[in-house]
Nanobody, 115 residues
Framework: QVQLVESGGGLVQPGGSLRLSCAASTSIFRINNMGWYRQVQGQRRVLVATITSSGSTNYADSVKGRFTISRDNAENTVYLQMNSLKPEDTAVYYC?????????WGKGTLVTVSA
């Protein structure tokens, strides 16, 4: 079983940056599929970015060129660097990991982009 804990959310002005962290309770070395979703209240959860064990990444069109996902296997942590933030990036951001066909979720961290 994998427990995930997100951190790094908060209030930031438009154009600002934040870095989210997702710390796993176990080694992520062999976890091939990890990433981030976000959810606006009342709407469905949508994919933001994914990263494989080999470092291949994928991004939603809405965040390409602004967000960067990375992973540190030694620290069992996945990161999401968010730059040039926009009000429409406001959401709860959830980290996930897929291990042996089971998807694990963190509890989320709130990002608010507002002047």
């Amino acid at each position: 079983q994998v427990q995930l804990v997100e951190s790094g959310g908060g209030l930031v002005q438009p154009g600002g940056s934040l870095r989210l962290s997702c710390a796993a309770s176990t080694s992520i070395f062999r976890i091939n599929n990890m990433g981030w979703y976000r959810q606006v209240q009342g709407q469905r959860r949508v994919l933001v970015a994914t990263i494989t064990s080999s470092g291949s990444t994928n991004y939603a069109d809405s965040v390409k060129g602004r967000f960067t996902i990375s992973r540190d296997n030694a620290e069992n942590t996945v990161y999401l660097q968010m730059n040039s933030l926009k009000p429409e990036d406001t959401a709860v951001y959830y980290c996930y990991a897929v291990e042996y066909s089971t998807t694990y979720w963190g509890k989320g961290t709130l990002v608010t982009v507002s002047a």
